[in-house]
């Protein structure tokens, strides 16, 4: 059968792939279209095994919200390398798991995966393989975080492609809510209040904190408040409402939302990248090995 122009078109809208990779694909298949998909899909799921452990530490975090407010998501979709990461294909991909996390809420990666995006024929986890032999770089869908309003409102923040934050807030207003977003962002918390501090890191920060106090060599009892107090700080440190606010930081942000009789139920706050671990690049070493 003759490879025609029409038919490599075809082939290349319904499976994204580049014009020499589809006209190889309907050549080895003697120009049956069906067969060439599958093909394609084979060697797909090959090199994207290849491919998968690579370090993915590039992409982009992504927040949807429904129209109601009611709920949100926020994602991230990785990728190796910043290029990719701007490419047209591999947003559109992390546009869609955002769009289909929101639709379906599924309790975890590997639900998403298994989903298919309305209207799709395909599995989210099929479109990802079909997009790593296209694009040649490992991809993933890393975490999701699904978000319910429990009180007045939801507010989500985005800071360019690396940093999300979805605010489960109760009373207040929309700019507050947004400002108290901005500053998850900027200020990092760890949690919204000192209840909140995971007792292991409090024991190890009390550990550190009463060593440090203990080489001052002064007595027990003074190392005891020394303690206390920088305990203070620490907690001033790591919570959102003890934290300066970062647009006035004469005040606090538990003092900002007092002051407009709201309270933060809930916050998500993704990082891109953040707990992976990068391989760091000896491009001397790498030239000359090649040499």
Same mark, same amino acid.
């Given at each position: 059968?003759?490879? $025609?122009?029409?038919?490599?078109?075809?082939?290349?809208?319904?499976?994204? !792939?580049?014009?020499?990779?589809?006209?190889?694909?309907?050549?080895?298949?003697?120009?049956?279209?069906?067969?060439?998909?599958?093909?394609?899909?084979?060697?797909?799921?090959?090199?994207?095994?290849?491919?998968?452990?690579? =370090?993915?530490?590039?992409?982009?975090?992504?927040?949807?919200?429904?129209?109601?407010?009611?709920?949100?998501?926020?994602?991230?979709?990785?990728?190796?390398?910043?290029? =990719?990461?701007?490419?047209?294909?591999?947003?559109?991909?992390?546009?869609?798991?955002?769009?289909? &996390?929101?639709?379906?809420?599924? &309790?975890?990666?590997?639900?998403?995966?298994?989903?298919?995006?309305?209207?799709?024929?395909?599995?989210?986890?099929?479109?990802? $393989?079909?997009?790593?032999?296209?694009?040649?770089?490992?991809?993933?869908?890393?975490?999701?975080?699904?978000?319910?309003?429990? *009180?007045?409102?939801?507010?989500?923040?985005?800071?360019?492609?690396?940093?999300?934050? =979805?605010?489960?807030?109760?009373?207040?207003?929309?700019?507050?809510?947004?400002?108290? *977003?901005?500053?998850?962002? &900027?200020?990092?918390?760890?949690?919204?209040?000192?209840?909140?501090?995971?007792?292991?890191?409090? *024991?190890?920060?009390?550990?550190?904190?009463? !060593?440090?106090?203990?080489?001052?060599?002064?007595?027990?009892?003074?190392?005891?408040?020394?303690?206390?107090?920088?305990?203070?700080?620490?907690?001033?440190?790591? $919570?959102?409402?003890?934290?300066?606010?970062?647009?006035?930081?004469?005040? $606090?942000?538990?003092?900002?939302?007092?002051?407009?009789?709201?309270?933060?139920?809930?916050?998500?706050?993704?990082?891109?990248?953040?707990?992976?671990?990068? *391989?760091?690049?000896?491009?001397?070493?790498?030239?000359? !090995?090649?040499?």
């Amino acid at each position: 059968m003759e490879i $025609t122009a029409a038919l490599v078109k075809e082939l290349r809208e319904r499976t994204g !792939a580049g014009m020499m990779e589809c006209k190889k694909a309907l050549t080895e298949n003697a120009g049956d279209i069906e067969a060439a998909i599958e093909h394609m899909r084979k060697t797909g799921i090959a090199k994207a095994a290849k491919k998968a452990g690579r =370090v993915a530490a590039e992409g982009v975090i992504l927040v949807a919200a429904a129209d109601d407010g009611s709920r949100a998501v926020i994602v991230e979709v990785n990728c190796e390398t910043d290029f =990719v990461a701007k490419d047209d294909n591999f947003r559109a991909f992390a546009a869609t798991v955002a769009q289909t &996390a929101l639709a379906g809420q599924p &309790a975890s990666v590997e639900a998403l995966l298994a989903a298919k995006p309305a209207g799709g024929t395909e599995t989210l986890e099929a479109v990802r $393989t079909l997009l790593v032999a296209k694009l040649g770089e490992n991809i993933g869908v890393r975490r999701l975080e699904r978000v319910g309003r429990s *009180a007045d409102r939801l507010a989500s923040y985005q800071h360019g492609s690396r940093i999300g934050v =979805v605010v489960d807030i109760e009373g207040g207003n929309d700019s507050l809510a947004r400002d108290v *977003a901005m500053h998850i962002a &900027a200020s990092r918390p760890v949690c919204v209040s000192e209840a909140d501090v995971p007792p292991e890191l409090v *024991a190890k920060e009390s550990e550190i904190l009463t !060593a440090q106090a203990a080489e001052s060599g002064k007595p027990a009892d003074i190392v005891e408040k020394m303690v206390a107090g920088r305990l203070k700080k620490f907690y001033e440190e790591i $919570t959102l409402l003890g934290q300066p606010f970062v647009k006035d930081p004469d005040t $606090t942000v538990g003092k900002l939302l007092h002051s407009h009789g709201a309270r933060v139920l809930r916050f998500v706050r993704y990082e891109l990248g953040e707990g992976v671990q990068k *391989a760091s690049a000896d491009f001397a070493g790498e030239v000359m !090995a090649q040499v």
